[in-house]
């Protein structure tokens, strides 16, 4: 029986959070790193933040590109291969099978890929708690991985409900791959070779929203990461995540999540003042 690993195996730079139940950690890898068949002592909901990484597991090669989400079963090995581009992701990592986690004993059962920005926002949420160091801190991050938790098994269990035609997708991969330079429907219609009407009608019934409004909170997931792991101006992030200037951001950003691009990064950057490398936080001993 091959001995686990930490999920830091290959990283230089990494912080952790513990919980009760779980370890999530934050970790950075580097570009072109090969990280030999290994397993881990707990299950894992990982989930892609920049780069990506090429995932053996079961049988199987995982594409776990950005704004990807997957799960790696307890005890099952897998290796991996980073892009050119390095990967940041963060590991949420079970201690061992607890019991309160007897609901996801099926999702977490089998290797699953999920692509949906709802599940950005979950994640969001749970990188600011990075930040915080209260008496709150613990049951805190142990509820928004809970809700991270519950909304991934229910897209993956509606996912399974419905089976999609190949082409739509194509059309979500499509979206995910080139959002920043998508110029509207009829290009991603071109590109799965459909027409429009049936692209927009097809993918909201089947992702339960519009097209429209799942690249905007592919944009909006991919800005306020930037802000909160990053010093670029906040101009600069706008016009890169494809906003029209920093008011339109500010606009499309308070309507979404109730702050502003400001707001998010004051808090961010009061957080990482306060955050060493590697946090503790609330676990009994």
Not at 144 to 170: N, T, Y
Not at 225 to 252: K, N, W
Request: proline share 5%; net charge negative; charged share 25%.
């Amino acid at each position: 029986m091959q001995a686990a690993v930490p999920v830091t195996m290959g990283s230089p730079r990494f912080r952790t959070m513990e919980t009760h139940t779980f370890s999530l950690t934050e970790a950075w890898f580097p570009a072109g790193a090969v990280l030999e068949p290994h397993t881990h002592d707990g299950s894992i909901l990982a989930y892609m933040l920049h780069g990506g990484f090429r995932t053996r597991i079961s049988g199987r090669v995982l594409p776990c590109d950005e704004g990807t989400a997957w799960t790696e079963p307890l005890g099952e090995q897998h290796a991996n291969c980073v892009s050119e581009h390095g990967a940041q992701c963060l590991v949420i990592q079970t201690h061992g099978q607890p019991a309160n986690l007897d609901v996801f004993e099926s999702f977490f059962d089998q290797v699953r890929l999920l692509r949906d920005p709802a599940l950005g926002g979950e994640i969001l949420g749970i990188l600011k708690e990075f930040g915080e160091r209260d008496a709150f801190s613990s049951i805190s991050l142990e509820a928004r991985v809970m809700v991270l938790l519950g909304g991934a098994a229910r897209i993956e269990a509606r996912e399974r409900a419905r089976e999609r035609p190949r082409w739509l997708c194509q059309a979500r991969d499509f979206l995910h791959e080139e959002w920043r330079t998508i110029d509207g429907l009829s290009e991603v219609a071109h590109v799965v070779d459909v027409h429009p009407s049936s692209l927009a009608h097809e993918f909201s019934r089947y992702f339960g929203q519009s097209l429209g409004a799942y690249l905007r909170r592919l944009r909006l997931n991919w800005a306020l990461t930037r802000l909160m792991e990053t010093d670029d101006p906040i101009t600069q992030i706008a016009l890169e995540a494809g906003f029209s200037d920093q008011s339109h951001f500010t606009r499309q950003c308070k309507r979404m999540t109730g702050l502003t691009p400001a707001v998010h990064r004051r808090r961010a950057c009061a957080g990482r003042e306060h955050s060493p490398e590697t946090l503790h936080v609330g676990r009994p001993g």
